[in-house]
């Protein structure tokens, strides 16, 4: 269409031209003609006005990120449906007054960049209101909004498409509209001959001529986190300075170098403030050398009355976006600064050498006052006391276009404890020295070494068996010092063991008690299990009882604490519980010393010598320290985790059991007639004793460490369980809160759900297993509700002439609660599935109250709808613990699988296994099992980022 042609076209439409009077509404419904590879647009909108010459922004507004859609034509293009409303109250009629428009994009879930811009002439000549349907094409970088518009290039064929309206009533556009239908070409500009400005001659190459050969360039800033700051909302504002003069740095557009993030919190990282890698950029900066750039954090507050009026609206439905910018305020709580440039030159020629001080930069944040910019230190001294330790991390850059990402791996894990928390220790030879009916030896059980957090005052008790059950002697009991630590208490126990025949198949088992805090019941801490005897020269246990020469197993041994005992129906050794789950990092620390032989061969007693003399005689061997290496430890080499687990339990302040006696209100109580050690010794023998008729529980193995953000939650979709699909399925993982990914919301770059779609071909599609495994939510913050979202999904793969297709068919979705108190849950757990995907009320729910009840309540108010018998296995745990839980359960879950998420009533259906097809019988024809996994992978990731805005509802 000519220009005289769309001037006619104008003409014609007496509706286009309205008097304004209260503000008017700008609907953005599409953008079309985009290259296929962009999966995600934002569109960054501002009003920009022209007074004396010079042009000045309105604060830009972001609208939410959505994905595209391929055109349906055969091109290689894709389009995006914006949908979005932006009303404008306070703009006086005036045809100097455009909206620029700039056009953000990124491939898959990468951080959007500026590709193109435009700009909406919203006045005509006579200050008249240009109400309609415009399509208005995007224009190369840079942006220059007072340009002559029909001198630049065009971004391709890219319009957008958007409606100018005085009714706030207008709707948002429909998904199922068509883009091009009662759109007009833009009037651009009307007739109005622009004036003759330097930076409106400026074409693309002569913004690449000037750039190149005049000193200018571009400044792109990247804004990544801030670490150790405190949990609040906020923004961040950066400033470019020219600080000898302390004037505002402008581009060649005239344009301040200013940029405000949008608000963040700390909802998904422990300690950071993420800003999602959120850039700027602007064109035609002329470096002068003495540039500084200043940021500046600000903490959202909100205003008491607005935020209650905003309540009461939508407590009656009403959509209150466009009103919650002016129920918060801001409070400036630090500030950091950085050198914009630098030179390796001096003197004269310093200014023909200054360039950006280009690359990743850590900038130190301080508490307010910000000093007055000449006063600036460019190495932060003097510039105040540190606003916490935190910094802010960013990337400058000399490249309009996005640079690389700024996401490396944060703090490395490779931390390691001291030396003392565990020494490896082996015993050199094996014994050699026989062991006789006649002799006797001595068992020192000394203390505990890094028991599990909950644990308080703790009671060893201790039998010798043999293969067949039957006890040897006497049993045993001891309890912790006083004045040692409950997490490393110190028995310093002996007992003699002098029975004329002790078989050799003997084992040791000795049981760590502690005191529940709140019911007051006995509870295992562990269970260690130690062969008396092995055979002579070996390390092997005697399996007979005759026959056989055999050796005392003598030595210093530290032993592992496992979670059960021996389950009594195969015979009774050393190894007995070997295969149980160990209580990570705890131990126990024992001695088996021979016993003296007195002058007529027979072994001496204690009771029979006089104490002074227990030394001299080889009767009593004091407590070894444990740094005396004198421990075999050999057998309780800590794991991975294991070691990260030990540098923090090293940190732990000591808690003495005198200290927890004082604590307890009922304990205090009883103590005032217990004065000295060894009746407040009495005092906890007897308490346990009282409590020892009930049965006593194992100890749960959630409440080994708190939650460290740091180390994270790990946590594995193992398989699912008899779903009614008939093709693939694969999965997607999110947190929640914040739960972006559903939620549209900027973060959901640092915060991306994550994949589970490695197929396991030789499972079925009624219950199909990946072989993802662990998938690590590292820095999570601490939400007392937090849960991790489920989502599969069932898709149908069919070949067709263009090549192989996916649709999605049907969906369900789960939760996993994450923390149980301040642990994090660590097992095996079967979840039941429910119909469709997570809404946003489903989402806000979970963040108040626990998964098991919400999923009770909504079952029997018909609001959940519960697969029938359908569930999904996984294993969570604390990042530190995955080896805890190496493998997925075989099909004996019901006795090791945590199953109270599952209806009561019903739990016994879910431990069925639905009967399908083989996954591997299901490939369509041209592909081997390895293409079609790697390409199932690669699609189902593009596929659901195509599905997300119906998703999100949009």
């Known amino acids: 269409m000519s220009r005289s042609q769309l001037s006619s076209s104008l003409s014609t439409n007496s509706a286009i031209v309205e008097e304004i009077s209260s503000g008017f509404v700008i609907l953005y419904d599409f953008v079309t003609g985009l290259p296929s590879e962009i999966a995600c647009v934002q569109l960054s909108v501002a009003l920009h006005a022209v007074s004396e010459g010079t042009g000045h922004y309105g604060q830009p507004v972001f609208l939410d990120s959505v994905y595209t859609v391929p055109v349906s034509n055969g091109q290689t293009l894709c389009m995006a449906y914006i949908g979005a409303k932006q009303p404008v109250t306070h703009c006086l009629p005036d045809s100097n007054t455009r909206l620029v428009v700039e056009l953000l994009t990124s491939s898959a879930y990468g951080t959007p960049v500026t590709r ?137 557009a005239s344009d301040p170098v200013i940029c405000t993030s949008s608000i963040v919190d700390s909802t998904h990282r422990h300690r950071y403030l993420v800003f999602g890698q959120q850039e700027r950029t602007f064109t035609g900066i002329r470096l002068e050398g003495d540039e500084l750039l200043v940021a500046k954090l600000y903490m959202i507050t909100k205003n008491p009355h607005k935020q209650q009026h905003l309540d009461d609206l939508r407590l009656i439905g009403s959509h209150v976006e466009e009103q919650e910018e002016e129920a918060v305020g801001e409070v400036l709580v630090a500030w950091g600064a950085l050198k914009l440039c630098s030179s390796h030159k001096k003197g004269p020629e310093k200014l023909k050498d200054v360039h950006l001080n280009v690359g990743v930069h850590l900038v130190s944040l301080f508490c307010p006052p910000v000093p007055e910019i000449q006063l600036i230190e460019k190495r932060g001294i003097d510039n105040g006391p540190r606003y916490r330790n935190a910094t802010l991390r960013l990337k400058i850059t000399s490249e309009a276009s996005r640079p690389g990402s700024l996401t490396p791996s944060e703090d490395s894990d490779d931390q390691d404890f001291s030396e003392e ?145 021996p389950e009594g129906n195969e015979p009774m050794t050393a190894m007995s519980i070997a295969n149980k789950r160990h209580i990570p990092c705890a131990t126990i620390l024992i001695r088996l010393v021979k016993a003296t032989l007195g002058p007529l061969g027979k072994p001496l007693e204690a009771d029979k010598v006089p104490h002074a003399d227990w030394i001299r005689l080889g009767l009593f061997h004091p407590l070894p320290s444990y740094a005396d290496r004198v421990y075999y430890s050999s057998s309780c080499r800590p794991s991975k985790g294991e070691r990260l687990m030990l540098c923090d339990m090293q940190n732990r302040t000591p808690v003495t059991v005198r200290e927890v006696l004082k604590r307890s209100a009922s304990d205090a109580r009883d103590l005032r007639n217990h004065q000295t050690n060894a009746e407040l010794e009495a005092y906890l023998q007897k308490r346990f004793n ?265």
Request: proline share 6%; with cysteine; hydrophobic share 35%.
């Open 421 to 565: 928390a565990w020494i490896l220790h082996e015993r050199p030879t094996p014994q050699t020295e026989p062991f006789t009916a006649t002799d006797g030896f001595d068992l020192y059980i000394d203390g505990c070494r890094f028991l599990p957090e909950n644990v308080s005052v703790t009671r060893v008790s201790g039998s010798v068996w043999d293969k067949r059950y039957s006890k040897v002697g006497r049993a045993m009991s001891c309890i912790a010092k006083l004045d040692s630590d409950v997490h490393n208490p110190v028995y310093d126990f002996r007992v003699e063991f002098r029975e004329p025949a002790i078989p050799p198949t003997s084992t040791l088992i000795l049981k760590v008690y502690t005191v529940e805090p709140e019911s007051g019941s006995s509870v295992i801490v562990g269970y260690a299990l130690l062969n008396i005897f092995v055979e002579i020269g070996s390390r092997k246990q005697p399996i007979a009882d005759a026959g056989m020469q055999v050796s005392l197993n003598e030595g210093a041994h530290q032993l592992r604490l496992h979670n059960e005992g």
């Open 690 to 954: 009282d409590i020892m008729d009930k049965i006593p529980v194992n100890y749960d193995l959630t409440f080994i460490m708190p939650f460290s953000p740091k180390h994270g939650i790990k946590l594995s979709v193992d398989q699912a369980r008899n779903i009614p699909w008939k093709h693939f399925t694969a999965a997607i993982l999110s947190c929640n809160p914040p739960a972006s990914f559903y939620r549209k919301e900027l973060q959901t770059v640092f915060d991306k759900p994550v994949f589970v779609h490695r197929l396991n071909l030789s499972s079925t599609n009624k219950d199909p297993i990946w072989d993802d495994g662990f998938v690590h939510f590292t820095y999570r913050s601490y939400h007392e509700f937090l849960t991790i979202i489920i989502h599969l999904k069932e898709i149908e793969v069919k070949m067709t002439q263009a090549g192989y297709r996916h649709d999605l068919r049907d969906e369900a979705w789960t939760a996993m609660q994450v923390f149980n108190g301040k642990f994090v849950n660590t097992s095996y757990y079967q979840l039941p599935l429910i119909e469709g995907s997570p809404s946003a009320a489903d989402l806000e729910e979970l963040n108040n109250e626990p998964v098991r009840e919400w999923i009770a309540k909504g079952v029997s108010k018909n609001k959940v709808r519960l697969v029938d018998e359908a569930s999904v296995l996984i294993r969570i745990c604390d990042g530190r613990r995955d080896d805890e839980l190496p493998s997925r359960l075989s099909d004996g879950i019901q006795t090791k699988c945590d199953l109270s998420y599952l209806p009561v009533n019903k739990r016994s259906d879910y431990l069925k296994n639905g009967r399908g097809r083989q996954l591997l019988s299901m490939i369509p024809e041209g592909k081997t099992p390895e293409e079609f996994s790697t390409s199932f992978a690669n699609h189902f990731k593009q596929f659901v980022y195509k599905l997300h805005v119906e998703a999100t509802g949009d």
């Open 116 to 252: 193109a811009w435009t700009r909406v002439d919203l006045f005509d000549r006579r200050n008249q209101f240009l109400s309609g349907s415009w399509r208005i094409p995007f224009f190369d970088l840079p942006i220059i909004p007072d340009a002559d518009i029909s001198s630049l290039s065009t971004f391709g064929v890219s319009e957008v498409f958007v409606r100018l309206t005085v009714s706030t009533a207008s709707p948002v556009i429909s998904p199922n509209a068509s883009p091009a239908e009662s759109y007009l070409h833009s009037p651009r500009q009307l007739g109005r001959k622009p004036a003759e400005t330097e930076k409106q001659q400026i074409s693309k190459r002569d913004y690449d001529s000037t750039v190149a050969g005049e000193g200018r360039a571009a400044l792109t800033i990247q804004i990544d986190r801030i670490k150790d700051a405190d949990p609040i909302r906020c923004r961040l504002r950066l400033t470019a300075y020219h600080q000898s003069t302390g004037t505002v740095m402008r581009s060649l």
